[in-house]
């Protein structure tokens, strides 16, 4: 089938300009952003923002991990300091 295609649509190419023309009237008709969104679309093709915005993204996962957990920053330093309790610095590195 596309052997039959190929031979039959061989010679009916579009001239060189045709894909431009398209974009041309696609960008005429598409509307055109303004204000925040706009800002907001700009920013986000920066790839500094782009690294902040993942940053930022995972902080929100640790921070919301947390209260669904109902861990904070003290219950994480209390437990390390019952495991400094239980294994003492001096036996830990006697190996």
Same mark, same amino acid.
Do not use: W
């Given at each position: 089938?596309?052997? !039959?295609?190929? $031979?039959?649509?061989?010679? $009916? ?10 974009? =041309? ?8 952003? =303004? ?9 986000m093709?920066?790839? =500094?923002v ?12 640790v921070?919301?991990?947390?209260? !669904? ?16 309790? !239980? ?9």
């Open positions: 089938m596309n052997k !039959i295609l190929e $031979e039959t649509l061989a010679q $009916e190419k579009p001239d060189p300009a045709f894909e431009q023309r398209m974009l =041309a009237g696609f960008r005429k008709r598409a509307p055109q952003r =303004a204000g925040l969104v706009k800002l907001l679309v700009d920013l093709r920066l790839r =500094a782009q690294i902040t915005a993942v940053a930022a993204a995972l902080l929100g996962l921070q919301i991990g947390r209260m !669904i957990t109902g861990e904070n920053a003290t219950s994480l330093r209390k437990r390390y300091a019952e495991a400094e309790v !239980i294994t003492p610095k001096s036996s830990r590195h006697s190996g």
